[in-house]
């Protein structure tokens, strides 16, 4: 039986990932021939969303290398990526889905031995993994569907695009957040979000009671509540019928489904 081998997608910063890969290139320096490039203007423009999909769609591994803090073509865009692959991590962990299989690092132009080397080490820790279990795991697929959703979330880009004016120049009051404040508070909203968005898609074609979500989503009775609630009040979910004294609940699609 052959050894496995992981597909892996890498995104290349254009001013100096992409350049490092082409060094590597050049200079001979070799790497495994497992990975399929994607070249970007900077990291930032690698929303969470896009990387969550890439891994439900069948990919091992996703990787984004960029410039170097402080080094960045655009100023502050790496700074963004990592905060916005911290939240896609985040989301994977919720999913059951190994955080390891997503990765972020810094390579300059110079760093084509590094490229070289980064990949290597990432195709190694892919095969320790093994083949990403989504081809055969129905209900993952649906929760890396629902991190996906989540991921596009006003609340959850707001979070993590105004850290630097939150935790420094401060909100439309003045008023500053401490980082480990503003980390923890975004911890809570990416749980909040996921269940909520999970919630969505478990009741977008079938109904569902509060105990049957929560024995679904493996968590507390009245948390389940809370969100059911909290999706009700948004008008984002609906009660469709009542079996027995048991409610049941099921998704309010925009223009019918």
């Known amino acids: ?18 350049a ?10 070799q790497y495994p021939t497992n990975v399929r490039t994607v070249r970007v203007m900077c990291s930032t423009r690698v929303s969470p969303h896009i990387v969550l999909e890439l891994l439900k769609d069948g990919a091992d591994g996703v990787m984004v290398t960029g410039c170097h803090p402080g080094d960045c073509h655009y100023i502050n865009g790496n700074y963004y990526t990592q905060k916005r692959i911290e939240l896609a991590q985040r989301l994977l962990k919720l999913t059951g889905l190994e955080p390891e299989r997503m ?26 993994l093994g083949p990403t279990p989504v081809k055969k795991d ?12 989540a991921s596009k ?9 105004k850290e630097i004016n939150l935790t420094s120049k401060g909100n439309v009051y003045g008023e500053t957040l401490k ?10 909203a990416t749980e909040e979000e996921y269940r909520n968005s999970l919630i969505l898609h478990l009741t977008n074609h079938k109904s569902y009671s509060v105990k049957e979500l929560a024995k679904e989503m493996g ?18 979910l609906a009660l469709d019928h009542i079996e027995g004294s ?3 609940y099921k998704a309010i699609v925009i223009g019918g489904a």
Not at 1 to 18: A, Q
Not at 103 to 128: P, Q, T
């Open 153 to 161: 979330y006003f609340r959850l880009k707001v979070l993590t695009g």
């Open 179 to 188: 980082v480990e404040d503003l980390d923890e508070m975004m911890v809570r």
């Open 20 to 29: 490092g890969a082409d060094l590597a290139g050049v200079s001979r320096y």
């Open 1 to 18: 039986m052959s050894e496995f081998e992981p597909k892996i997608i890498v995104f290349l910063c254009n001013w100096c990932s992409y």
């Open 219 to 236: 968590e507390p009775t009245e948390k389940t509540l809370e969100h059911v609630v909290s999706l009700r009040a948004k008008n984002m």
């Open 246 to 248: 048991t409610p049941k």
């Open 138 to 149: 129905e209900k993952l697929v649906g929760r890396l569907e629902a991190a996906v959703e």
């Open 103 to 128: 990765r972020l690092d810094w390579v300059s132009a110079s760093e084509g031995e590094k490229f070289a080397n980064v990949v290597k080490d990432f195709v190694g820790k892919l095969k320790e």
